[in-house]
Structures are given as structure tokens and as C-alpha cells.
């Protein structure tokens, strides 16, 4: 069985689809798996999925889903006996088979990837991080309804996401790709508009390619973003660049 949750919400036992339908139910399912193989007592699970307000009749309901996830589980179990939802100590505890959640595996191969960069090891470790980021199939829990808790799980995920491709570009840039790059930069200025670091390493890749001009334009569009947004100028980095390129001409 896999769990998917770098998207939608998604369970396959192998064969097809068995994703649980109820929103409650597919919130318990996020929650425990975010949890990493620890228990989440019962009355955290009560106020995340209740806001807060939990009705008399919460428990009883909590019990029922899982019951249902837990029946999901057992009829998909393999020779190991997991995955496995328990009763323990107050809460429940989710055991999964190693590999099946996509962000432990997403996490995994980011760190294999900085190990790789730290070695001098360019080239793989852009090709361990493309394949990572290809786990991704749109924002994490997409169609799940959080509460605090998933709201920070979900937060740490898309943080992990973006230092993912952090770590990508660097590793094409010490491989020399940089002229490859523009484009993708360009794109990812847009969707992260006030990450000054994509600017940077715009500006840096189309002052390499001999496109001065186009480089500082990036900063004086980055100076309206902030000043528009934030009211703030660029910081001394991105004026340091800019600096050198104008000095270049």
C-alpha cells in the first residue's frame, strides 16, 4: 500500500484506488500520517478535526473512522502485517511499511541529494533532486481540510519543497548549466515573487549568459515587488550584484 500526500490525499493498495472518501475521514488518515509512527492521543485528534468545538458525539465518530481505516488496512496488509492502525496509549498510532509515504521518501532523497552536493557531487545530486521533486503532483494535502496541526505539517512540507529547489538550482549551477536554467528561474521569479534568493540567482544566470540589460531589469522588478509588498528595498546582496553588473558594463 502507498500513501501519497505531496498532492491530493491518495491510497493505493496496488491494484487501484482506495482513497477514503469523508473529509473527516481523510483528515484522521493526514493527521496519522504526519505523525510519523508516533501515537496522537485521541483528544488532539477530537479538536483538529472539530476546530476546537468538538460535539458530545466526536469520540464515538472518531472511532468509527478509524474503524473503517482500520478495516481498509487489514484486508491490504502484507507478509509484515502493515500497514497497521493501533490503539495505544490514549491515541492511535499509524505503522506503515518503509517507503510507502511519499514524503518520507521526498525527505530521504533531499538528503541524499545535500550529501551528494557537499561531496562535490554536482550532477547526481541534481538528478537525485529532479527525481524527488518529481513525487510532487500539486500543493501537499491539497484536497484535505486542516487544522493547526496539519496546517504546520502542510507548512513544513511546502518549506522542504522549496529548499528542494533551492538545492536543484544550486547543483545545475556548479555543474554549469546556467544558460539551461533562465527559463526555469524566470518562471519560479514569478510563482515565488518575494524569495529574493530566485532573483539572485536570475540575475546571476543572465549576467553569466552576457544578458546585462535583462539582469538588472530583475532587480528593478524585484525592488517594486518589495517596496509594493513589504515596503522594503532589496537587500545588500542583491545591491552588491547589481552593483557588479553595472560595473561589468
Not at 540567482?201 to 517594486?224: D, F, I, N, P, W
Request: proline share 4%.
Amino acid at each position: 500500500m502507498r500513501f501519497q500526500v505531496l498532492g491530493t490525499l491518495e491510497v493505493h493498495d496496488g491494484l487501484r484506488r482506495v482513497t477514503p472518501n469523508a473529509a473527516k475521514q481523510r483528515s484522521v488518515l493526514a493527521l496519522l500520517l504526519s505523525a510519523a509512527g508516533e501515537v496522537i492521543p485521541t483528544d488532539v485528534l477530537t479538536e483538529e478535526l472539530w476546530e476546537g468545538r468538538p460535539p458530545p458525539s466526536a469520540r464515538t465518530t472518531l472511532q468509527t473512522y478509524v474503524y473503517q481505516l482500520r478495516k481498509q488496512f487489514t484486508r491490504a496488509a502484507g507478509p509484515s502485517g502493515l500497514p497497521s492502525l493501533v490503539t495505544k496509549h490514549g491515541g492511535y498510532l499509524l505503522d506503515i511499511p518503509e517507503g510507502s509515504l511519499d514524503a518520507v521518501e521526498f525527505e530521504r532523497q533531499v538528503g541524499a541529494a545535500r550529501e551528494l552536493l557537499r561531496a562535490g557531487d554536482a550532477e547526481r545530486a541534481a538528478a537525485t533532486l529532479c527525481g524527488a521533486l518529481a513525487l510532487w503532483h500539486g500543493p501537499a494535502l491539497a484536497d484535505v481540510v486542516t487544522g493547526p496541526r496539519l496546517a504546520i505539517y502542510r507548512t513544513r512540507l511546502e518549506e522542504l519543497r522549496v529548499h528542494a529547489i533551492k538545492l536543484k538550482i544550486e547543483a545545475r549551477m556548479r555543474s554549469g548549466q546556467h544558460q539551461e536554467l533562465i527559463g526555469e528561474l524566470k518562471e519560479l521569479t514569478t510563482v515565488y515573487e518575494l524569495d529574493e534568493w530566485f532573483h539572485l540567482k536570475l540575475m546571476e544566470t543572465l549576467s553569466r549568459a552576457g544578458r546585462r540589460h535583462e539582469a538588472l531589469e530583475v532587480y528593478q522588478r524585484l525592488r517594486r515587488i518589495l517596496h509594493r509588498e513589504l515596503g522594503l528595498e532589496p537587500s545588500g546582496e542583491m545591491r552588491e550584484l547589481q552593483r557588479v553588473v553595472l560595473a561589468a558594463g
